[in-house]
């Protein structure tokens, strides 16, 4: 078991080598999971139908729609558990300890089962290599508890700065949402301008599913358990204007990986600023102008003041 000592607890210590194997084995978690929710779930531009979303205790998939009721799966990572939730009262419970993607797949399809939800998916996973089937994995199969409660914390801080960052756009904008295929916090915004077709390439994933995601202009940021030795927001666009990758973006610490083709900025830089809120704000910020100011985005109409009705509305007046 991992100890993670840190002076701000808000934004918690974790060093990817450390956990590693648990990332690892609670992405095929997640990848099954979320698959169970696009499968049930009417297609939404980009496949925003397929996503988790952080919660007060962890990841969940929200209310998906089943026959005429709904079911939800949450991972909770403070009492580690799986809990499944169904409209017609009934709930079950998955504990959330070492055991590996097979023994997870076979228990979660069981536990549905006695809902009465059918959960049939393709059971191999997505942009990762090897894609190893769910039923026939047994290699991931760590879990330390400590360190998915601390990767929680990071996620639940970066969706409160993303979602404030978020809040400044007012064109069409994605949720922030958890996307499982690579494991990633992301927040995506659109131009309102369509885009070339991507050419794919992701591994084990079919070149469509990438022209879904990609065919309108695009400036996405985000977290991931990568990139740095404890993670890392990123920022890219779609497609890169001319000049994207030399545009200044802050704050110190903040850099274009010509690696990943994005611009990044390690968590642990995060976490040490004065105010890690504001130093990744700078960053979202100066990333997506980049990729506005360069693309020729129309800012003046899909930007606004998030404050703007607070300081609209008037006082009553005294009496």
């Not at 978690?29 to 499968?39: A, E, S």
């Not at 504990?95 to 049939?120: C, H, K, N, W």
């Not at 290699?139 to 998915?148: G, M, N, P, R």
């Not at 740095?228 to 927001?233: I, K, S, T, V």
């Amino acid at each position: 078991m991992n100890t993670f000592a840190d002076p701000r607890p808000n934004w918690p210590t974790l060093r990817v080598s450390d956990w590693t194997p648990t990332r690892d084995t609670l992405h095929m978690w997640t990848q099954i999971v979320g698959k169970i929710r696009m499968r049930h779930a009417p297609l939404v531009n980009h496949w925003w139908q397929a996503t988790l979303y952080v919660s007060p205790r962890g990841l969940t998939t929200s209310a998906i729609p089943y026959r005429s009721g709904a079911f939800e799966m949450e991972f909770d990572f403070l009492g580690h558990r799986l809990d499944i939730r169904s409209s017609d009262g009934g709930t079950q419970s998955l504990p959330l300890q070492p055991m590996p993607v097979a023994e997870f797949y076979t228990r979660l399809l069981d536990l549905l089962g006695s809902l009465g939800i059918e959960a049939q998916i393709r059971p191999v996973p997505n942009e990762v290599d090897p894609a190893i089937p769910f039923p026939e994995d047994h290699h991931h199969a760590s879990y330390d508890a400590d360190a998915v409660t601390a990767f929680w914390r990071q996620l639940l801080q970066a969706n409160r700065v993303m979602g404030e960052f978020r809040s400044h756009f007012v064109g069409k904008v994605s949720p922030v949402h958890f996307f499982w295929g690579a494991m990633d916090l992301a927040c995506t915004r659109f131009s309102g301008g369509s885009a070339p077709p991507h050419p794919g390439g992701a591994p084990n994933c079919a070149d469509w599913v990438m022209v879904e995601g990609y065919s309108h202009e695009l400036s996405s940021c985000g977290f991931w358990p990568g990139g740095g030795q404890e993670g890392a927001f990123y920022a890219y666009a779609y497609p890169a204007p001319d000049g994207f990758a030399d545009h200044p973006a802050g704050p110190d610490g903040a850099f274009y990986s010509t690696e990943f083709q994005q611009f990044l900025f390690p968590y642990e830089a995060a976490r040490a600023a004065t105010d890690p809120d504001r130093a990744v704000a700078e960053f979202l910020h100066t990333t997506y102008a980049a990729a506005a100011d360069l693309g020729g985005w129309d800012r003046a109409a899909l930007e606004d003041d998030p404050m703007r009705l607070s300081r609209a509305r008037v006082d009553p007046p005294a009496r």
